[in-house]
């Protein structure tokens, strides 16, 4: 057992639904992340479940994963989505989504992008300052439109994740302050060509409990009160994403447990409920495959030298995050504990620390829960063209992205003329 279910071995081969994992790197090469459809659809269709009868929208945090099968995919299931940029506006519209279920969150949006979601007629702006604000309401001015706003809000909440990833304490750049919101909201007519629509908030990202959800989700109520006691009518309550999945031996809560704790801590709200959840959608319905190029023995260590790097899945280098690698033929021979490291000359560039293997060269590996945070933060360092995506859905394969070509990287450098 591989302990992700639409990853698993079927005599000692690793597969994905029903397709060699073998199979797929012979055909297309590696490196490669390779996704699960029905482990998406699954992860979807438990958060719509989670909501019963709860009026909610959920908004995938496009930033995750961003290609544009798997946002047609959660489009075709009914999703919104969270976009950080007119990139990923673009990448959304493309896709088939909605625009009208889309929501706009970041700290830095340029008047360019806020002039191209007003356009697209999106949900609404998740405004993270005062200053964004008074921008937006002049853009919208001067389009003769009216922005759809809903204030991000810095709950001042422990997220309890990696430091990098934590966005809700009063000293991250996130949101403002539920004091300040409450001025903003009682000073609407400052901002005559906003409409205020919601209220919003994100604490950070990989929770493993409950606890700071419903702390965050308990302040936002209390806010939301008391600006109803003031006469302010809003239409959403976004309780943003976060939720943690399990890398190695993390125990987050599921995404039933989730949605029914943030309904219950809401249960008074009336307003659509809406979320932005990423990880947890896409995380563990992808993974990186990748082929031992050289295995190096030296009297320090054991190192499998793979074709993926730091280029294609920076999460280890950036976080020192774990992600488990499993052999995609498992064999019975020795193991040995390989560190396991891609060609890129850092020495940072590894994909795991000490990893227990059974390895020949030309053996193919799967770095697993690769699906979020790994395509959509790939680079070129090293000149190393990105990698190619593929769709496994049951016995079909699709390919979703092509593998960069060197030309690709190079086409719109120049030279001096002289
Ligand atoms: C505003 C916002 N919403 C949603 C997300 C998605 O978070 P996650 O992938 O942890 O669910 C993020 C990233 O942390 C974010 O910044
Ligand atoms: N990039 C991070 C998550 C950041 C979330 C962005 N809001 C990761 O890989 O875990």
């Known amino acids: 057992m591989s302990g992700f279910p639409e990853f698993d071995y079927r005599n000692n081969e690793l597969f994905v639904e029903s397709v060699s994992l073998k199979q797929i790197a012979r055909e297309f090469g590696t490196p490669c992340y390779v996704y699960s459809r029905a482990a998406l659809t699954k992860a979807y269709q438990a958060f719509d479940a989670a909501f019963a009868n709860r009026e909610h929208l959920i ?14 995919l959660f489009a075709r299931l009914g999703s919104g989505f969270d976009i950080v940029s007119g990139g990923e506006l673009q990448r959304v519209i493309k896709a088939g989504g909605d625009p009208g279920k889309t929501v706009f969150s970041g700290v830095g949006k340029h008047v360019d992008e806020m002039r191209m979601a007003l356009n697209a007629n999106i949900l609404c702006f998740n405004v993270e300052s005062e200053a964004e604000l008074i921008v937006l ?6 389009m003769g ?3 759809p706003v809903s204030l991000r809000v810095n709950p001042d909440v422990d997220a309890k994740t990696h430091p990098y990833i934590s966005t809700g304490l009063k000293e991250n750049k996130f949101g403002v302050p539920a004091s300040v919101a409450e001025r903003i909201y009682q000073s609407t ?3 005559p060509h906003i409409r205020f629509t919601g209220l919003d908030c994100h604490i950070g990202s990989q929770l493993t409990e409950l606890e700071p959800f419903l702390q965050a989700s308990h302040k936002m109520l209390n806010l939301l009160e008391t600006l109803q006691s003031q006469g302010l009518s809003i239409e959403h309550l976004d309780l943003g994403g976060g939720l943690g999945i399990r890398y190695t031996d993390e125990t ?3 995404i039933k447990d989730y949605v029914s704790a943030l309904c219950a801590g809401t249960r008074t709200v009336k307003q659509r409920l809406l979320i932005e959840p990423g990880r947890s959608l896409v995380g563990n319905s992808g ?8 295995l190096k023995h030296t009297s320090a260590r054991d190192f499998a030298i793979v074709d993926a790097a730091m280029n294609d899945l920076m999460r280890p280098a950036l976080y020192d995050a774990y992600h488990a690698i499993l052999p995609v033929q498992q064999n019975a021979s020795e193991a040995r504990n390989y560190q396991v490291v891609g060609p890129v000359c850092e020495t940072g560039d590894f994909l ?3 990893r227990k293997l059974s390895l020949n060269d030309g053996d193919f590996l799967a770095v697993m829960s690769a699906g979020a945070y790994g395509m ?3 680079s070129n360092y090293n000149t190393r063209p990105r990698a190619a995506e593929i769709m496994v859905d049951h016995d079909q394969i699709h390919i979703i992205r092509q593998r960069e070509t060197i030309d690709q990287l190079m086409a719109d450098e120049r030279v001096l003329p002289q």
């Open 59 to 72: 908004c995938y945090a496009v930033k995750a994963n961003s290609n544009i099968a798997i946002l047609n």
């Open 137 to 142: 309401n002049q853009i919208a001015k001067d």
């Open 145 to 147: 439109k009216i922005a």
């Open 189 to 191: 007519q400052q901002y």
């Open 252 to 254: 987050p809560p599921s």
């Open 287 to 294: 993974i990186l495959l990748t082929r031992v190029e050289y």
């Open 352 to 354: 795991g620390h000490d």
């Open 376 to 378: 959509s933060m790939s």
